[in-house]
């Protein structure tokens, strides 16, 4: 067994949505990055690329390269579950935790988790996706930005029972 752990922030800017576990969300604005800004996807394809030990998403999809210009996070993370299967693992299970004052997680959730489960060829019941705000407190707290950090626990592919 591998466990895997990610995290990722993305300040505010200009904007009128937030990409959030591959769901375009309204929002008063929008996220500054070089892809889409899903913190959701980058933190779980943070978290996989950790567990096999296989660098970090800038390694992978550096912000140097034009290429990933605005890319769609999702199609990142099936690259990355690509690679988590390639070195023999699969998915038991991932939990994503967001922390943000706004915009609210809860009426996206199972878009989110469906999403996730999708994405990584596993079961929506093996998908956590939660939210929290940090009272007020912090660059979140001031609603400066948005971020996530998720946790997976993968197994070597032949290995137990989902």
């Known amino acids: 067994m591998r466990i895997g752990s990610g995290f990722d922030v993305h300040a505010f800017g200009p904007g009128d949505h937030v990409m959030l576990g591959g769901v375009r969300i309204a929002h008063t604005a929008g996220l500054m990055a070089h892809s ?24 992978i999809f550096p912000d140097t390269d034009p290429a990933w210009r605005g890319a769609d ?14 070195k023999g693992y699969r998915v038991l299970n991932c939990d994503v ?3 943000a004052q706004a915009p609210r997680i ?6 989110m988790r469906g999403n996730i489960a999708a994405d990584l060829g596993i079961e929506t019941a093996l998908v956590s996706v939660k939210a929290t705000t940090t009272e007020g407190l912090g ?11 998720a946790s997976v626990l993968l197994a070597a592919a032949g290995a137990g029972a989902r």
């Open 73 to 86: 996070s999702r199609a990142l993370l099936r690259q990355v579950a690509g690679l988590v299967a390639g």
């Open 106 to 111: 809860g009426p996206h959730r199972e878009a």
């Open 97 to 99: 935790t967001v922390l």
């Open 36 to 59: 889409d800004g899903d913190v959701v996807l980058h933190a779980l394809a943070d978290a996989l690329l950790g567990a096999i030990a296989g660098g970090d998403i800038g390694l």
């Open 139 to 149: 660059f979140v707290g001031r609603a400066e930005g948005i971020a996530a950090q």
